[in-house]
């Protein structure tokens, strides 16, 4: 007498089942998907910017800014806000970035860079403190680039609404 064992053989019939269904559905998943929905949501990779400037002061007691260079690199800077202060101290510059409409985005601080205190050891050997003021020298501002951003605008800190030198992102 030959007994074959029915819950053996339905064991291996699911499982046959379950690998046919497996094989096929893993080759299904790997068509290829139309990307024409998605390129109109195409993500930009932060920037930040370096703007490199010269400054001199004219014999009227106003100054002078030249745009020297500037470098764009992919990152993301730390704890940036938009607006950081409102006013400052006079002879503080603020560096704005405008949108098409010249409509402020953020603007950034810049302490007066013709002002520089020094640290010296003299012949006694005490530390010194000197401040200095400079008639021209270089300066560098770091900004977290906003994809809305068109203009870079470099103003007096105390309500000057014409900028000193305003550089076109585009241009960078």
């Known amino acids: 007498m030959n007994y074959k064992h029915p819950k053996i053989n339905i064991f291996y019939n699911l499982l046959v089942m379950a690998l046919i269904f497996l094989i096929s559905y893993s080759c299904g998943s790997n068509k290829a998907v139309s990307t024409s929905k998605d390129t109109s949501k195409v993500e ?65 601080l810049i302490k007066n860079p013709l002002l520089k205190t020094v640290e010296y050891v003299d012949e006694t050997k005490n ?15 770091r900004l977290q680039l906003y994809p809305e951003t068109k203009f870079i605008a470099i103003n007096n800190s105390l309500g000057s609404k014409k900028p000193l030198i305003l550089t076109k992102v585009s241009e960078l």
Do not use: R, W
């Not at 002061?57 to 940036?80: R, Y």
């Not at 400052?88 to 409409?101: H, I, M, N, S, Y």
């Not at 530390?127 to 501002?141: G, P, Q, R």
């Open 44 to 108: 930009q990779t932060p920037k930040i910017v370096f703007l490199n400037y010269a400054i001199k002061k004219n014999n009227t007691g106003s100054n002078t800014i030249q745009f020297i260079s500037s470098k764009k690199v992919n990152g993301k800077l730390k704890n940036q806000k938009k607006i950081l202060v409102d006013k400052g101290d006079p002879g503080d510059l603020l560096c704005l970035q405008l949108d098409a409409t010249s409509a402020t985005i953020s603007q950034l």
């Open 127 to 141: 530390f010194k403190v000197v401040n200095m003021a400079l008639d021209s020298t270089e300066f560098f501002v």
